[in-house]
Each structure stands twice: as structure tokens, then as C-alpha cells.
């Protein structure tokens, strides 16, 4: 009953932006923290950020990227500003979740955004 849907990935050219939302919907009891992780090409999925009453950002993306969460509407942002082509990679939306008919929460995952940074 729960699902995140990822938006506003695509093709940018280094030094541009692009601004990436996902929305959590369904049968919600309470968000704990959401965030942002990618994955690129033969390597493991990392964290790029995560917000819950505070912001945590990899140390790639610090002073580039900034996480951003809209309580009210269940969504969660990610505006990345100066893109390097290293910042190629399947952004996921991540979230901790409990449902209403659930006692715990549980780690939902979007479907994934594709970024691509042109040199």
C-alpha cells in the first residue's frame, strides 16, 4: 500500500542542475527520515543524503547538494546544483515507513531516477 515515486531525472551537462522529487503514498502511519542514495556502474549503492530532523550529506555532495522534505505532502527533494560527471547514477528514493496496518516500519525504495552529467 505504500510506494515512492521518483521524478526529475534526466541528462544535464556538468556545472548544471537538476532538481529530483519523490513522493511517498498509500496507507501512512508516520515517516521517520527519507533520503536520496545512487548507484552508478559496477559500484555499490551509496548514500547521498538524509532528512530527519537534521540534513546528512555524503562528503561528494556537500556544498552541491541539498535535501529538502515537505511533511505536509510526504515528499522529499533533492536540488543538485554544480553536476560533475561522477554524479552519474541512478538516484533511489529511500524512506522508513509505517504503515497504518503495520506495527513496524519498514524501508521502501522508489524505482530509481537515472542522472546523466555530460563532460
Known amino acids: 500500500q505504500v510506494q515512492l515515486v521518483e521524478s526529475g531525472g534526466g541528462l544535464v551537462q556538468a556545472g548544471g542542475s537538476l532538481r529530483l522529487s519523490c513522493v511517498a503514498s498509500?496507507?501512512?502511519?508516520?515517516?521517520?527520515?527519507m533520503g536520496w542514495y545512487r548507484q552508478a556502474p559496477g559500484k555499490q549503492r551509496e548514500l547521498v543524503a538524509v532528512i530527519n530532523s537534521s540534513t546528512n550529506y555524503a562528503d561528494s555532495v556537500k556544498g552541491r547538494f541539498t535535501i529538502s522534505r515537505d511533511y505536509a505532502k510526504n515528499t522529499v527533494y533533492l536540488q543538485m546544483n554544480s553536476l560533475k560527471p561522477e554524479d552519474t547514477a541512478v538516484y533511489y528514493c529511500?524512506?522508513?515507513?509505517?504503515?497504518?496496518?503495520?506495527?513496524?516500519?519498514?524501508?521502501?525504495w522508489g524505482q530509481g531516477t537515472q542522472v546523466t552529467v555530460s563532460s
Open positions: 498509500g496507507s501512512i502511519f508516520r515517516i521517520a527520515d
Open positions: 529511500n524512506a522508513h515507513i509505517r504503515s497504518r496496518w503495520q506495527a513496524t516500519f519498514n524501508s521502501y
